[in-house]
Nanobody
Framework: QVHLAESGGGLVQPGGSLRLSCAAS????????MGWYRQAPGKERELVAL???????NYADSVKGRFTISRDNAKNTVYLQMSSLKPEDTAVYYC???????????WGVGTLVTVSS
């Protein structure tokens, strides 16, 4: 089993910045992609950004140029630096990881990001 511990959510004004962190622990052998999804009220969960163990990244069009995903493999931690935040970025952000060996996907419990003045 893999446990994903998220931190860094909160309230920020439009145009502000916030950094999310997610640390993986447990049976982490085989973990490949890690990243973030988000779910806004009344909407479906959507991809924000993913990063592979080799550093390849994938971003949603809505966050390109504003969000940066990074990863510290030694710490089994993934980060999401969010800048130029907009009210429409308000959502619960979920950490995600997948195991390339057994195909299992893991999710964190989510952290709320609210962008409001």
């Amino acid at each position: 089993q893999v446990h994903l511990a998220e931190s860094g959510g909160g309230l920020v004004q439009p145009g502000g910045s916030l950094r999310l962190s997610c640390a993986a622990s447990g049976s982490i052998f085989g973990i490949n992609a890690m990243g973030w999804y988000r779910q806004a009220p009344g909407k479906e969960r959507e991809l924000v950004a993913l990063i592979s163990s080799g550093g390849s990244t994938n971003y949603a069009d809505s966050v390109k140029g504003r969000f940066t995903i990074s990863r510290d493999n030694a710490k089994n931690t993934v980060y999401l630096q969010m800048s130029s935040l907009k009210p429409e970025d308000t959502a619960v952000y979920y950490c995600y990881a997948n195991n390339i060996v057994n195909g299992i996907e893991y999710w964190g419990v989510g952290t709320l990001v609210t962008v409001s003045s």
